[in-house]
């Protein structure tokens, strides 16, 4: 039997207060020395983090030595059947032997198996690989035919092409039926020069159509060495094509044709410089310098007037038909790429100082023409979507770009400011003359600034000055005049009676006003908070009437805002005449006494 003296040693003193001999720290598991994963140096170094080495080592000795007595124990519990077991451990090499012959002889099988199997898998593999390849190849063989075919075909179509004539005003309807006839061409009878030329834009539009497949084609054979032996006969078809549509005199018929081989930009440029430009350059008739000869001015209402005339009489067939719903025309934009292109070119060779914002009168006369002239070409767009396309032309944002909305405001801000600038900068206050300014009732209010400012706001939405697209701007240089102005008043008011105000330029009136003067601005303050938070308003929403209620709900609260403004310096006013009668009546008494 094993020797049972062969105990553990004796464990610390706190072991003796413990359960049992397997209890151990909660740090430590024992379980985890079961797992089949167990890396013990990283457990060790885990365990090293928070546990003192000497502790670890001590711990990990008794667990030892609670596996070697359990160990013992149980080989003293079944000692019977330990001896025994080596007794029946006999012959175990003849054993293995027997059974590793077939073993041996299987995996062999299996073996010859596999490599029967991967051979006929690398077989069919290569019979697969070659399948693709031969369908890969006759695809391509069959585009290369196709595309052989298609070439001599629009050959033979171009070639036939010319036996129709495009002009049969000067040509013999006999003749030209005999030559289609010679040629081979499927050229029925007809009665009219009109179907002759409907028969020469079917065979046009058919080779549009077959040219179009043709691209098709290459696209999916480039870097062929047969393409490229073609590529010289596909060329010269597609001049060919492009010469007989562009001589062609009935260029509505053709847009088919064009849009069949997308190029669509020729199309567009034929209609400009043989319809628009024509038209164009009657009505700016340039002369050597590239001016418009014979006009004075850069005015453009009358111009576009006549533009439109010419567009309703000479371009609404193609626009209507390019425009058509199910025309499959729509990819064309002459109202862009052919008329407003046209138009824009005549004006910076003819007029170029109507794009001036330097006379910011004309500037607008023509900024608002312009935008009724665009107003007009988008009348031709049968939907919002076309419209968008419009707007969204390179063409169209290179008109737009033509008119320099910035540098006018500024102008129109530095005239409109200047002004109030210049009447606050009097050094005493100016009553106005009894006259008529013809632009409401001025004549009502006592002090030439008050008229000034009045004026002010209103010229920022007059007609002749307010645009739309800058009226933020325009609203906020009225709250900066009214801003201005209030503080031009309640600065002074609050410094009449010291040396305050007469140390600040713009404020010397406050010095030497007198009860009068501060009477003539009560009235004043009153009729502006009156006029602003009444008509001027009323005018102001009107001109923004386009906006949304929104929007004019905060105009309409900030200019409320600034005539309350105007109504909290009336109390300053009436406080500083309280104070002049006063310091007059204290004097008055003075001299008296004395």
């Known amino acids: 039997m094993v020797d049972s003296m062969s105990t553990p040693p004796p464990r610390a003193a706190n072991d003796l207060f413990l359960d049992s001999l397997d209890t151990h720290p909660l740090w430590f598991k024992p379980n985890l020395f079961l797992s089949p994963t167990l890396d013990t140096e990283s457990y060790i170094s885990e365990l090293r983090t928070f546990v003192p080495f000497d502790t670890l080592r001590t711990e990990l000795q008794a667990h030892l030595a609670s596996l070697s007595h359990e160990l013992i124990d149980l080989i003293n519990r079944d000692y019977a059947d330990f001896v025994n077991l080596s007794t029946k451990l006999v012959d175990v ?21 596999r490599g029967s199997l991967e051979g006929s898998l690398v077989a069919l593999r290569n019979g697969l690989q070659q399948r693709s390849e031969a369908a890969a190849a006759r695809e391509v063989l069959e585009l290369l035919l196709d595309t052989f075919h298609v070439v001599s075909k629009v050959e033979k179509l171009i070639k036939e092409l010319p036996s129709v004539p495009a002009d049969w005003s ?30 020469q834009s079917m ?16 696209a999916h054979t480039q870097n062929l060495s047969f393409i490229v032996n073609m590529e010289k006969r596909i060329q010269s078809a597609s001049l060919l094509l492009d010469a007989s549509l562009g001589h062609e005199n009935a260029i509505y018929d053709c847009l088919r044709a064009y849009a069949a081989i997308d190029n669509t930009k020729s199309a567009e440029e034929i209609f400009r410089t043989t319809i628009v430009a024509p038209l164009i350059c009657k009505i700016f008739p340039h002369g050597p310098s590239g001016m418009v000869a014979g006009v004075s001015g850069d005015g453009l209402e009358n111009d576009y007037h006549q533009i439109k005339q010419c567009i309703q009489k000479d371009c609404k067939f193609l626009l209507e038909i390019s425009s058509a719903e199910n025309s499959g025309l729509h990819v064309f934009d002459f109202l862009a790429n052919s008329i407003l292109k046209e138009v824009l070119s005549a004006i910076q060779k003819g007029k170029p100082g109507a794009f001036s914002p330097g006379r910011p ?13 665009l107003a007009q070409l988008e009348g031709y767009c049968p939907s919002r979507s076309s419209v968008a396309k419009f707007r969204g032309e390179v063409v169209y944002a290179e008109f737009m770009k033509q008119w320099n909305i910035g540098v006018y405001f500024s102008l129109r801000f530095q005239e409109i400011a200047g002004a109030l600038d210049s009447a606050l900068a009097a050094t005493s206050l100016v009553l106005v003359q009894n006259s008529h300014s013809g632009h409401g ?110 929007i004019l709900d905060l105009v309409k609260q900030s200019i409320l805002q600034g005539g309350k403004s105007l109504n909290d310096l009336a109390p300053l006013a009436i406080n500083a005449i309280i104070e002049l009668l006063v310091d007059k009546a204290v004097e008055v008494s003075s001299v008296k006494s004395d």
Not at 212 to 218: D, G, Q, V, W
Not at 505 to 511: D, I, K, L, N, P
Request: net charge negative; with cysteine.
């Open 361 to 373: 009168t004309e500037f607008l006369m023509n900024y608002k023409s312009s935008l009724d002239f």
């Open 93 to 113: 090499d003849a054993a293995v032997v027997r059974m590793r012959a077939p073993l041996l002889e299987l995996r062999e099988k299996i073996e010859g198996f």
């Open 441 to 550: 009732n001025l004549q009502d209010l006592s002090l030439k600034q008050s008229a000034t400012l009045l004026e002010s706001l209103r010229s920022c939405w007059r007609e002749d000055v307010h645009i739309l697209s800058c009226s933020d701007k325009f609203l906020r240089l009225s709250l900066q005049l009214l801003a201005r102005y209030s503080n031009w008043l309640s600065s002074g008011l609050a410094g009449w009676k010291t040396s305050n105000a007469a140390s600040h330029s713009g404020y010397e009136w406050a010095v030497s006003a007198v009860p009068d003067d501060f009477v003539y601005i009560i009235h004043d303050i009153t009729y502006l908070a009156t006029e602003v938070c009444g008509g001027y308003l009323d005018h102001v929403l009107q001109c923004l009437s386009s906006c949304s209620p929104d």
């Open 203 to 218: 065979l046009l539009e058919r080779i549009a159509s077959e040219m179009n497949r043709l691209k098709f084609y290459m």
């Open 170 to 199: 000067n040509g013999d309807l006999s003749s030209t039926i005999k030559n289609a006839m010679s040629n081979g061409t499927s050229l029925q009878p007809v009665e009219s020069g009109t179907n002759l030329r409907e028969t």
